[in-house]
């Protein structure tokens, strides 16, 4: 496998226990080069991108044609709230739901779930799940160097390297299921310490593509 790198790098998890009756088809997870964290995770439904942020947030988008329609169609065109998007309807929690208020509640027959208080009280608000896909983030009980990281993405695990692997590794992303993320270090000189040095291993429904560089500009904070 080469070993040059863009700055932002995609892995492409296809998780065939989605099935059609779910409607999910595959999951693409994005890192960073140069802060090597999990920024975002887009999922797709038929023509719906369905994308959940680092910090655990949902928002929709779709493919270029897609038929949709606005909540309100003034306010909702700057956040992507729609009432409906690909002939699906979306739903959403009301104001009632203390920390889900507001948020996706379901897109059509895909229902979206949060952490909430009888969760503890450091995912609030996060994604628990959408439809079969189950989402998990580091805790207290983890360490106190990864908190509030994903742990896991359904079946697949995802590691990070802790203080006890060096201040230059402390934080960044070690594994994907089996895939293994090796950096170089201080030795192999200062203008490659700390960028990704080797992807290697074997995980199943999982690869990994180069992206080009205009998609830095994608925003994945929100």
């Not at 044609?65 to 002939?87: C, E, I, M």
């Not at 170089?184 to 593509?209: A, E, Q, V």
């Amino acid at each position: 496998m080469k070993t040059k790198h863009t700055l932002l790098l995609a892995l492409l998890l296809s998780f065939s226990f989605f099935g059609r009756s779910q409607g999910l088809s595959d999951v693409n997870l994005r890192i960073s080069n140069d802060k090597t964290i999990v920024r975002s995770i887009e999922l797709y439904a038929g023509n719906i991108i369905i994308k959940v942020s680092q910090k655990g947030n949902v928002k929709l988008n779709a493919v270029a044609g897609t038929q949709y329609a606005y909540l309100d169609p003034v306010s909702d065109s700057q956040n992507n709230k729609f009432r409906t998007l690909d002939n699906m309807l979306i739903d959403y929690y009301d104001n009632f739901e203390e920390s889900r208020a507001g948020k996706i509640k379901s897109i059509g027959s895909i229902a979206v779930t949060y952490y909430d208080k009888f969760d503890g009280f450091e995912n609030i608000g996060r994604v628990k799940s959408i439809g079969a896909l189950k989402f998990i983030y580091y805790s207290k009980y983890d360490g106190f160097d990864n908190i509030g990281k994903l742990k896991s993405v359904g079946s697949i695990n995802i590691a990070y390297y802790d203080r006890y692997d060096g201040d230059d590794l402390n934080g960044k992303l070690k594994s994907v299921g089996n895939t293994v993320i090796i950096y170089y270090d201080r030795y192999d000189g200062p203008f490659k310490n700390g960028k990704i040095k080797s992807i290697t291993g074997k995980t199943p429904h999982l690869t990994i593509s180069n992206l080009s560089a205009d998609i830095l500009a994608d925003n994945d904070t929100f």
